[in-house]
């Protein structure tokens, strides 16, 4: 025990004196640099500098003094003054954030040999961050080497440099894709659990009634089907309203005799082609009910789908809601991808932006509204393009929710053609277009916030596509060996780990979807092969129809009446 307390007095406690003195004035002098960088981070760099310069007087044993000195002297736009500290370090030992400093100091103050050999010796001491053969291509370029810059950045390792045209065009369908899928579930698991029976039909003491809304032109082909569903529709009170908007074909003589078998059904018809929004304003003012349904001339209305819409009704806040439209025509190719589109990604997105609060938009072939909300939105613009985006920005902006119900079934055609799906999806982009034009000022300006994140991703999504585009331009060139703006990235033939990563994501968000639409479709799950295909092709045609539609929407006269084009419906 006397040799315990010996051997402490004389030996460990002299010890530890001598290493607490050694190493306190360390860990002062850290704390204090950590807080000098806090400081520069937070906008205060003059009193940052001069508390490392103090430090600096005072004779501090800490290297990183000098280095993050110099770092924020660089940072701060004074090149020079980063260069005179940066003499003082070793810059054998620097790290490579400081170094990257110091090569950006001597590329600003064009001193080029210097910079091009710091960043030779990064590409030594760091092979993994593809940052320094970037940095040294351009030092190069700026050097006046133009055949040299070009060979460096050409190079595999400098192609594999991250940046943000990369990072959007990449990453931006991977965060929409998650965004979508966690939406949706939070929708499959509230909203739409009590409704999973796909063949269960709601039920109410009193049924309000419904007029059904049914603009026409050129429908002579699918008028037989589409009203003889309605007439067999399981409500027991509604009214059906057809609006034949001019039609030169014989769609009038047609909706005529199947209003004389069908005695809810009326006919309004329109001596000259005034387009689809007159048409629904006419039948809407002359129905005679609260709650109207609109659906096309060629869609067939699920029989169960008013009792749907009536007791999602009951909310006095919803002035709108959005059905689910069903390919009915699979005879090709496109016909088979649109119905994994319908399904994993327009069924998905709609769910989810119903929980979130705000739709981008109504699927016009299947909606339905309270009069009283169409009358404070205006009822429907005839001069655009896409009359359910305008009308469901406009209803919402006034105060009113829309929402989606996927047991709202109506089965559609859509086009089979190349040509066809391209003028509907030109349509569809350029109208797009004019909502975020339209409702740029209300919106930006503050005056619907709950808006605001439906609107920016529509924005990304623009600038996205100009992304897509722009790399894929590259890749071709670069593919035909002409080097055009080498320091931008492209997409490589081969998928890397991103491309497999959002691969990954779009077949586990058309799982997802095709696991839950499989009540409407038992067969749903067997589309899943033709939805691979969907990103291939779909997401090329998004990317150019809303590149031209920018430009296009911008210089489209506003105040021309937008008439009816009949479109393509299919390989029948």
């Known amino acids: 025990m006397v040799k ?6 004389t030996v460990a406690i002299p010890l530890l004196t001598v290493a607490t003195l050694l190493v306190a004035p360390a860990a002062v002098a850290g704390g204090a640099r950590q807080a000098a960088v806090a400081q520069a981070r937070l906008g205060h760099v003059d009193a940052a500098v001069a508390a490392l310069r103090t430090m600096l007087a005072q004779g501090t044993k800490d290297p990183l003094v000098a280095l993050d000195l110099g770092v924020i002297l660089q940072q701060a736009g004074r090149p020079a003054d980063a260069l005179a500290v940066f003499q003082r370090v070793n810059v054998a030992t620097a790290p490579s954030y400081a170094l990257l400093a110091m090569t950006r100091a001597c590329r600003d103050l064009q001193r080029f040999d210097r910079a091009e050999a710091l960043a030779r010796q990064g590409q030594r001491r760091f092979p993994n961050e593809p940052v320094w053969i970037v940095s040294r291509g351009l030092i190069l370029a700026d050097a006046g080497k133009g055949t040299e810059a070009l060979a460096v ?16 065009a ?7 894709a998650w965004y979508w899928m966690i939406g949706a579930l939070l929708f499959w698991f509230g909203a739409e659990q009590c409704s999973r029976d796909a063949t269960r039909r709601p039920q109410l003491e009193v049924w309000p009634p419904i007029s059904i809304v049914v603009p026409c032109h050129n429908e002579a082909a699918t008028v037989d089907d589409t009203f003889n ?9 509604y009214e059906i309203v057809a609006v034949n908007d001019g039609s030169p074909d014989n769609t009038g003589v047609m909706l005529d005799r199947l209003a004389a078998d069908i005695p809810q059904m009326r006919v309004v018809h329109l001596a000259a082609n005034q387009g689809k929004a007159i048409a629904m304003n006419v039948g809407g003012l002359l129905a005679n009910h609260e709650i109207l349904v609109l659906i096309d001339g060629d869609a067939l209305l699920d029989p169960h789908a008013l009792r749907w819409v009536a007791a999602t009704m009951r909310s006095p806040q919803i002035g709108g809601l959005t059905g689910n439209p069903r390919i009915r025509n699979r005879s090709s190719l496109l016909g088979r991808l649109q119905v994994g589109e319908f399904s994993s990604i327009i069924g998905l ?11 981008f938009t109504v699927s016009g072939v299947i909606c339905a509204f309270r009069r009283r909300a169409l009358e404070d939105s205006g009822w429907w613009s005839p001069n655009t393009l896409t009359d359910d985006v305008d009308i469901t920005w406009r209803m919402q902006r006034a105060g009113w929710r829309i929402t989606y119900v996927p047991n ?28 975020l034009h339209d409702n740029a000022r209300p919106i930006l300006g503050g005056g619907t916030l709950s808006l605001l994140p439906v609107y920016a991703n529509a924005v990304l999504g623009i600038v996205w596509s100009y992304c897509m585009l722009g790399t894929i331009m590259l890749a071709a060139l670069h593919t035909a060996g002409l080097r055009v703006l080498p320091t931008l990235p492209t997409f490589s033939a081969i998928p890397e780990w991103y491309g497999l990563t959002l691969c990954f994501t779009y077949l586990l968000q058309s799982l997802l979807s095709g696991l839950r639409e ?18 291939m ?28 084009i009949s479109p393509d419906r299919g390989l029948r």
């Not at 315990?4 to 007095?9: E, Y």
């Not at 190079?155 to 990072?167: F, I, V």
């Not at 990449?170 to 929409?176: C, E, N, R, S, T």
């Open 4 to 9: 315990l307390a010996l051997f402490n007095c």
């Open 153 to 168: 950045l050409a190079s595999p390792a400098a192609q594999a440099a991250p940046n943000e045209e990369r990072l959007l």
């Open 170 to 176: 990449q990453g931006y369908p991977f965060v929409m």
């Open 229 to 237: 569903v309605l007439a067999a529709i399981d409500y027991p009170a």
């Open 349 to 359: 997105i709609k769910r989810a932006q119903s929980i979130y609060g705000r739709l």
């Open 408 to 435: 709202i079934i109506a089965w559609i055609l859509m086009p089979e053609t190349l040509r066809g799906l391209w003028r509907q999806r030109l349509r569809w982009a350029e109208g797009g277009s004019h909502m």
């Open 518 to 535: 499989r009540r409407f479709e038992p067969g749903m799950l067997r589309s899943l092969f033709w939805v691979i295909w969907y990103p």
């Open 537 to 564: 092709a779909f997401w090329m045609l998004s990317a150019a129809t809303a590149v031209l539609a920018v430009p296009r929407s911008l210089t489209h006269p506003r105040a021309q009446r937008m008439t009816w």
